[in-house]
């Protein structure tokens, strides 16, 4: 395969990009995994500038969002964030990144609970703040 992927085979070598990171960790292997941050996990995570520039901070405050809600280990977060650096847009809209987070949680066999589900799949545009 040439370097410099062709428009039409982007998405496959996206798809064997999330492939590959998936394969360089280890998640636990029963049926409900402990997906909330463990004692002892207070490291945190600092963007770089590319990073901050490419995701922009809708995309970053919502990362920090799942995070923080324990649905989103830091493994799965780098993927998602790996996976978001090699995706089209700049900076990448929300919308994209919501079906990266849903494609990793799919390549990982984990279906996110019902309220994290309604937030990567809703439509947040046409929402009236309370």
Same mark, same amino acid.
């Given at each position: 395969?040439? =370097?410099? &992927?062709?428009?039409?085979?982007? &998405?496959?070598?996206?798809?064997?990009?999330?492939?590959?990171?998936?394969?360089?960790?280890?998640?636990?292997?029963? =049926? #409900?995994?402990?997906? =909330?941050?463990? &004692?002892?996990?207070? =490291?945190?995570?600092?963007?770089?500038?590319?990073?901050?520039?490419?995701?922009?901070? #809708?995309?970053?405050?919502?990362? *920090?969002?799942? #995070?923080?809600?324990?649905?989103?280990?830091?493994?799965?977060?780098?993927?998602?964030?790996?996976?978001?650096?090699?995706?089209?847009?700049?900076?990448?809209?929300?919308?994209?990144?919501?079906?990266?987070?849903?494609?990793?949680?799919?390549?990982?066999? *984990? #279906?996110?609970?019902?309220?994290?589900?309604?937030?990567?799949?809703?439509?947040?545009?046409?929402?009236?703040? *309370?």
């Amino acid at each position: 395969m040439a =370097s410099n &992927p062709t428009k039409s085979n982007r &998405p496959l070598v996206w798809l064997d990009g999330l492939n590959v990171a998936a394969e360089t960790i280890t998640l636990p292997e029963d =049926s #409900e995994p402990e997906w =909330s941050p463990q &004692p002892g996990d207070a =490291s945190m995570r600092v963007y770089s500038v590319a990073e901050q520039d490419r995701l922009g901070a #809708e995309c970053l405050g919502f990362i *920090h969002f799942l #995070e923080s809600s324990g649905v989103l280990p830091a493994a799965l977060r780098e993927i998602v964030v790996d996976r978001a650096m090699a995706a089209p847009g700049d900076p990448v809209p929300l919308d994209a990144l919501k079906i990266i987070v849903l494609m990793v949680y799919w390549r990982f066999g *984990h #279906e996110p609970d019902a309220l994290i589900l309604d937030e990567l799949c809703d439509d947040t545009e046409d929402r009236l703040p *309370h």
